[in-house]
């Protein structure tokens, strides 16, 4: 059976066939494609028709490579939705979520009365400037047209899976991060929406993973000269698909996916909405299953990817590959940030800010290329460590080493300094984990495969993971002492 995975991220997509041929996975890549985000005025959005025309040449390619699916699911970055309008088409353009229409939005709220606490004993959700709850709340100040107007909301898998088929439902995982879900009760919590001008009725009944979404609609299916393939609703949040397939073995174990960001923490039965997971500001996003993922966003590849873009902005380009032998040949424990700080959400000129960050922190700031990667790379792999440990407090567990998966394991240097700044082995694999999980949710489905155990059994036997052993622990434990006090983490 072939099933077809639509992985977007924040800057470009893929279709992936899967074939589960005994118990191994074969993967084909049958259609990769970008997904620049568009400043238009003072404004940055998600080309989301763009998105929606490469998720049809996806299928054609498929068609055309003799593969066409037996079923389709689509996973993307979280928080970001569309309004559709009382005569079912799209009202404006879905804002990114690295627009500045969230600056101060959430401080706000809580100034007005809308306290942390309750946010978070409601919905268990970590507090990011982004969130969607933010994002409307910023439409609502901005008096934005599309809410006089809107009829329906949907995530972005949820709104290209109703382009696809005609059928509007929202699906868990993404809706949770949402920050106005509320887990507890099982569905949109009314007061949160009230408070932030939603309106009730434009959210759905929610769709656990695995369920059925719906066909091609017959006008889709025709364009494409292909018949009315089964949409499934995947862990639609490409983070929770990406803890789908990370092959462990163990019940207790601690992941990082990792890509733009790094999604760091561990996989639970139930949200842990204590005190402590409040003022660590931990989340508890809706995963597969009847799971929850207690974790932390930590910054990322971002941080360098934009980097990149600013270089070449300046006309300077370089490989990944290049940027990581410069920073390997660079002087080791130089400079530090903290990769979560504020200033490093939004695009723009990286290594100026890091510089600055450097010298308010007293450091001397990094030089040339080499030097700037290198900060970054290190101070990924200090704060993993520092988050490592909060995951472990936060849910009572030890871990005996970390999984690493997502496209960005494909930075080697990252993976040895992770396990050098942990202290712990590193597993890495498989990079295309979201890709992977949405895959097995639908052979789960399917009856093809029977639970997510046995599917991370099946993703350990087909990608065998590589091992990173720590080294140079010593010169790793002072480093980390260090990287705390210069970045304040206490
Ligand atoms: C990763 C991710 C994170 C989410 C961020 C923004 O791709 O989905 O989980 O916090 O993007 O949506």
Redesign the pocket.
Known sequence: MTVLAYDL??SGGRAIAGRLVGRTIELEELHRFPNDPVEVGARLHWDVLRLYHEIKQGLLKAKHAGRTPDSVAID?????FGLVGRNGELLGNPYH?RDRHTDGVMEKLFEEGMARETIFSRTGIQF?P?NTIYQLAAMKRDRSPLLREASRFLMIPDLLRYFLTGDMHNEFTNAT?TQLYNPLRGGWDEELLAGVGADPSWFGPVLQPGADAGRLRASVAAELGVGAIPVVAAAE???GSAVVAVPAASRSFAYL?C???S?MGTETERPVLDERALALNFTN?GGAFGTYRLLK?IMGLWILQETKRQWEREGANYTYPELVALAERAPAFGAWIDPDDARFLQPGDMAERIRGYCRETGQRPPEGPGGLVRCILESLALKYRYVLELTEQVSGKTFDGLHMTGGGIRNELLCRWSANAIGKPVWAGPAEGSAIGNMAVQWIARGELADVWEARAVIRESFPSAVYEPEDREAWEDAYGTFRRVTGLA
């Open positions: 991220g924040a993307s970055w979280a928080v970001d979520y990011l982004f991060t949040h490409d983070t996916i890509g733009t960001w999604l996003e966003n």
